[in-house]
Nanobody
Framework: QVQLVESGGGSVQSGGSLRLSCAVSGYTYSRYCMAWFRQAPGKEREGVAGIVSDGSSIRYADSVKDRFTISQDNAKNTLYLQMNSLKPEDTAMYYC????????????????????????WGQGTQVTVSS
């Protein structure tokens, strides 16, 4: 059974940084995509960043380009999201997601990954940025 467990969320002031982690277990696909999504109250889930298993095809939502960095440590089965220069509008629940063995993913209207390309989801970690 595939499990994704996020950690690293918290409260930070505007301009600060956080690093999210997603520990993956039970995943047996050799090819896959992983991504970070976020959802603020009353808003749709938004793709923040995506990556393919070989480290290619990294895409970011326009709103986080040059501030967020997605990376993975295959030896530790962990996905990361380094978030710098945080803004109040980054406040949301952040989710880790994994595909079902495909090595590509569709893009959403804001440039990040589309949720329909991902099958497995974590429970989320809250990020709150105060001004």
């Amino acid at each position: 059974q595939v499990q994704l467990v996020e950690s690293g969320g918290g409260s930070v002031q505007s301009g600060g940084s956080l690093r999210l982690s997603c520990a993956v277990s039970g995943y047996t696909y050799s090819r896959y995509c992983m991504a970070w999504f976020r959802q603020a109250p009353g808003k749709e889930r938004e793709g923040v960043a995506g990556i393919v298993s070989d480290g290619s095809s990294i895409r970011y939502a326009d709103s986080v380009k040059d501030r967020f960095t997605i990376s993975q440590d295959n030896a530790k089965n962990t996905l990361y999201l380094q978030m710098n220069s945080l803004k109040p509008e980054d406040t949301a629940m952040y989710y880790c997601a994994a595909s079902d063995g495909r090595n590509w993913y569709a893009l959403g209207p804001r440039g990040g990954p589309h949720p329909a390309s991902f099958r497995y989801w974590g429970q989320g970690t809250q990020v709150t940025v105060s001004s």
